[in-house]
């Protein structure tokens, strides 16, 4: 089956009243497990085709919304007033799918800034992330990131008398992916954003310094993938954050040569065998 071909399209309604846009992709036979996906900033649902494509055969369901401010969802883009804006938002995003597959087995996982929602969201809501087998972030964005330094200066100064203020984040497109095709894409992707403002900046970086202090904490099944030549968010971050888990269901894979946009890289099979195989180990039985 085509993975276009088993889509759907809807919204759900955030605690603010906003319209919020989402895909989802289902196999013809019984779902074993749900897959949820959150994007990162300036990126929407549609960029994770060659996951969908893997894993709807093997009778998963996939889950993908478009972040406030992104993609086709409404919102300033690029801009929040508080990051439990996106926290509130995926809680809404979950009890939808929990509507629709009230039993089947729950995984969770965000892209770059999508991953420092994802966990900031399993270890503010320790009795919610007891809902999921596992989480999975794909080149967690949870250290130095390829925004100029002076424009991450300029956000918190402006944070608070104009938070809306918004900047190019100037990070180079050419560092997304090693596949030229891929890089044409996006150029030409009307869904993508190179937004960022100044609330969202000060927001962004004092809840990854949160998550960073509260790793230990972490109680869920952990999977971290990242591209070791990756200059939107260096592998530093995440391999920090990995060493302060205490849990011993973790793992973390780095991959040589490989950019930000993991998913979408030349080699993405890999990534995608060893995704695949880490969730068939935290499958429930009955699943399994």
């Known amino acids: ?5 088993c889509s759907r399209q809807g919204t759900f309604k955030s605690t603010d009243g906003l319209e919020l846009y989402y895909q989802s992709w289902h196999p013809e036979g019984q779902v074993r497990a749900i897959l949820v996906i959150v994007h990162g900033l300036g990126g929407h649902s549609g960029l994770y085709g060659n996951i969908v494509q893997h894993l709807i055969p093997k009778n998963y369901a996939v889950y993908a919304c478009d972040l406030r ?3 086709r969802s409404p919102g300033q883009r690029g801009y929040i007033k508080a990051w439990a804006e996106f926290r509130e938002d995926l809680q809404a995003f979950v009890q939808l799918i929990r509507t629709q597959y009230p039993e089947q087995p729950l995984f969770l996982l965000g892209h770059s800034v999508g991953a420092v929602i994802v966990l900031d969201y399993v270890l503010r809501s320790p009795s919610e992330a007891n809902d999921f087998q596992g989480v999975i972030a794909l080149a967690p964005a949870l250290g130095k990131i390829g925004v100029p330094p002076f424009k991450l200066a300029l956000g918190r100064l402006l944070s608070r008398v104009c938070p809306r203020f918004s900047l190019s984040t100037s990070i180079d497109l050419s560092t ?14 009307p869904w993508r954003h190179t937004q960022g403002n100044a609330r969202f900046a000060t927001e962004y970086l004092a809840t990854v310094a949160w998550i960073q202090e509260h790793a230990a904490d972490l109680q869920v099944p952990l999977l971290i993938l990242h591209g070791g030549a ?59």
Not at 233 to 260: M, N, S, W
Not at 267 to 279: H, I, K, P, R, V
Request: proline share 6%; with cysteine.
């Open 1 to 5: 089956m085509n993975w276009m071909e």
């Open 69 to 71: 401010g992104n993609g």
């Open 230 to 288: 990756d200059q939107v968010a260096l592998p530093e971050g995440g391999c920090a954050f990995f060493q302060r888990v205490t849990i011993l269901d973790k793992e973390r894979r780095e991959y040589p040569g490989v950019y930000h946009e993991i998913q979408n890289d030349r080699n993405y099979q890999e990534m995608l065998t060893d995704l695949d195989n880490w969730l068939e180990r935290h499958l429930p039985p009955q699943a399994s």
């Open 176 to 189: 997304a992916s090693s596949d030229p095709a891929v890089i044409a894409a996006y150029t030409q992707d």
